[in-house]
């Protein structure tokens, strides 16, 4: 049987008890969730069983432990499941049973045996106050850790919103001096997963590409993958129809909010947010904040926090439908002027009739 490192994709599912029909099921899935066609799952399911499943090393920062959170309370089975039969997680303070200098060796290990090869995951901002002195594993500094890590990796992501863009712990006044990877690793790119958690199925879906074409997705001008942050929220929600009709929720429990109608005056950031939240969701598909009643807090976008006003509508200019927003009121104005008088019309010609 092959070692744990030397295990192809393909050797270490099958010693799980994955059937063929499952994995191609989970192929199609990521093909869909890449934005490929459904016929590639069969060239996904080949490049995928044939691959070595790489060592992760995942270094926790300044986070809370809500991405891990998100990736591992996922419903089973699950893609997120099967994700971690295709990789070697080498290194994960809070999945690990190791702890203290055994977790530090079997870290510095796994760099060494697969330097150039691995792949390094990065949750939680960079603490650079007091020369790194707010935030130390082992008594290495994160700035420390993250450059040495970063030197061997064969690509790096930074998973949810404090490793994309310093997220929580840079809002003002930022005591700790915190950064994004980016701000650190500056000769290889990075992959911002963003959110507050990330969507599980997004930092699996990145893994998956990785593994199955041996490169990075293609990525927008935040370094996210496109496939899941090339839309706004917005531009999928099930509510937009009634944005278009002008028809928006004044309170949490009037009319407006429990027939549905759009959350935009209530603060929802959907306009200005991009993720994959209105056709992924969360809990296995389930729903995601604004399908449950709430507006988006735009949360996997940079200093989210810092623009606040979580229940405040966008102000006039700040976005390009600003200007689609009166035309839609407008216009579902329009629409109900034209039906009352349609109405109406109705009634005299019933009453001619009789």
């Given at each position: 049987?092959?070692?744990?490192?030397?295990?192809?994709?393909?050797?270490?599912?099958?010693?799980?008890?994955?059937?063929?029909?499952?994995?191609?099921?989970?192929?199609?899935a990521m093909a869909t969730l890449m934005a490929l066609p459904p016929q590639s799952a069969p060239a996904i399911a080949q490049a995928l069983s044939a691959a070595r499943r790489p060592s992760v090393i995942w270094l926790p920062f300044q986070e809370c432990t809500g991405c891990t959170?998100?990736?591992?309370?996922?419903?089973?089975?699950?893609?997120?499941?099967?994700?971690?039969?295709?990789?070697?997680?080498?290194?994960?303070?809070?999945?690990?049973?190791?702890?203290?200098?055994?977790?530090?060796?079997?870290?510095?290990?796994?760099?060494?045996?697969?330097?150039?090869?691995?792949?390094?995951?990065?949750?939680?901002?960079?603490?650079?106050?007091?020369?790194?002195?707010?935030?130390?594993?082992?008594?290495?500094?994160?700035?420390?850790?993250?450059?040495?890590?970063?030197?061997?990796?064969?690509?790096?992501?930074?998973v949810g919103s404090c490793a994309s863009f310093g997220g929580l712990p840079r809002a003002h006044p930022n005591p700790t001096g915190a950064v994004p990877v980016s701000a650190i690793v500056k000769d290889k790119p990075v992959i911002n997963i963003s959110g507050c958690p990330p969507?599980?199925?997004?930092?699996?879906?990145?893994?998956?590409?990785?593994?199955?074409?041996?490169?990075?997705?293609?990525?927008?001008?935040?370094?996210?993958?496109?496939?899941?942050?090339?839309?706004?929220?917005?531009?999928?929600?099930?509510?937009?129809?009634?944005?278009?009709?002008?028809?928006?929720?004044?309170?949490?429990?009037?009319?407006?909010?429990?027939?549905?109608?759009?959350?935009?005056?209530?603060?929802?950031?959907?306009?200005?947010?991009?993720?994959?939240?209105?056709?992924?969701?969360?809990?296995?598909?389930?729903?995601?904040?604004?399908?449950?009643?709430?507006?988006?807090?735009?949360?996997?976008?940079?200093?989210?926090?810092?623009?606040?006003?979580?229940?405040?509508?966008?102000?006039?200019?700040?976005?390009?439908?600003?200007?689609?927003?009166?035309?839609?009121?407008?216009?579902?104005?329009?629409?109900?002027?034209?039906?009352?008088?349609?109405?109406?019309?109705?009634?005299?010609?019933?009453?001619?009739?009789?």
């Amino acid at each position: 049987m092959a070692t744990m490192a030397a295990q192809t994709v393909g050797e270490a599912l099958k010693q799980q008890g994955v059937s063929r029909r499952a994995f191609l099921k989970f192929c199609t899935a990521m093909a869909t969730l890449m934005a490929l066609p459904p016929q590639s799952a069969p060239a996904i399911a080949q490049a995928l069983s044939a691959a070595r499943r790489p060592s992760v090393i995942w270094l926790p920062f300044q986070e809370c432990t809500g991405c891990t959170e998100s990736l591992t309370r996922s419903d089973s089975p699950s893609v997120e499941n099967m994700i971690f039969n295709m990789i070697s997680l080498d290194y994960h303070e809070t999945l690990f049973a190791a702890a203290g200098d055994a977790a530090e060796a079997a870290r510095e290990h796994a760099m060494q045996e697969n330097f150039g090869k691995y792949l390094l995951l990065v949750d939680g901002s960079v603490a650079t106050g007091l020369d790194g002195a707010y935030s130390c594993i082992g008594g290495v500094s994160n700035v420390q850790m993250l450059e040495q890590a970063a030197k061997g990796a064969a690509a790096v992501i930074a998973v949810g919103s404090c490793a994309s863009f310093g997220g929580l712990p840079r809002a003002h006044p930022n005591p700790t001096g915190a950064v994004p990877v980016s701000a650190i690793v500056k000769d290889k790119p990075v992959i911002n997963i963003s959110g507050c958690p990330p969507i599980p199925v997004v930092i699996t879906g990145v893994l998956a590409h990785y593994l199955t074409f041996g490169s990075l997705p293609e990525l927008d001008a935040l370094g996210r993958p496109k496939a899941f942050y090339g839309e706004s929220i917005h531009d999928r929600c099930y509510r937009r129809p009634f944005y278009d009709q002008g028809k928006f929720a004044k309170t949490f429990d009037d009319e407006g909010a429990r027939n549905g109608w759009c959350l935009y005056e209530l603060g929802c950031k959907g306009p200005v947010t991009h993720n994959a939240c209105a056709t992924v969701k969360w809990n296995g598909a389930t729903s995601y904040p604004i399908q449950s009643g709430h507006g988006c807090l735009g949360c996997s976008e940079p200093d989210f926090w810092d623009r606040g006003s979580f229940y405040q509508a966008l102000p006039v200019g700040s976005w390009g439908g600003a200007k689609t927003l009166a035309v839609a009121a407008a216009a579902g104005a329009a629409v109900g002027v034209a039906a009352a008088a349609l109405a109406r019309q109705r009634q005299r010609d019933i009453a001619k009739e009789e």
